[in-house]
């Protein structure tokens, strides 16, 4: 294990101590057998179709809601973003299959790229732009194009009715099936036939 400064802490452990043996030998042959795995296609078709019911037809889904959705499917996102904020990498986690798709080895389409090209600008993004105007000045905000003066000189950024109308709307409560109680089943009674 290393630290965060990347020193060694704590007592390596040899992989051939391990019962399954991770050595880098067997590890290479296990590699070589899931790139010509003939299931991993059809994993990766369960992947894609996923990601195509949710975004077929539709012209709202943010990548969060994507997300969201892929989650309740058993299909974990893993995205990588660069210091300004732009998605470069996706990655898709099935735990249904036990499979792991980086979004270019799908298809272009299920890329960062065409992944961002697919869904809606993040709602989220417009908030977290709202957060950085509020340590700015009226002046300095202005100049930046994306404060509008209201009639007493305040700015609609800190106005607390631009925020209830930004903020998004939840369509229900997801209850994960494990946490749901079991419905009761109508016990079927004797009936006599006077």
Known sequence: MLDKDGNRVGVPIKASDFHFKPTHRNLKVRFLYNEMNPNRTKDSLRVKNSIDFTLYGKQNVSLPRLMNILQKDGID?????????????????DHRTKCVFNGSALGKQYSANGITERCIEDPFSLHQQKSQMIGMDVGQAASAGNVY?????????????LESLLSPVKDGEYTPHQLKKPKRKKQKGFSMGF
């Open 77 to 93: 996102t893993v995205i990588r973003k660069n210091e300004e904020g732009k998605l470069y990498g996706i990655t898709y986690l």
């Open 149 to 161: 003066q209201v009639g007493n000189g305040s700015s609609l950024e800190s106005d607390k009715s």
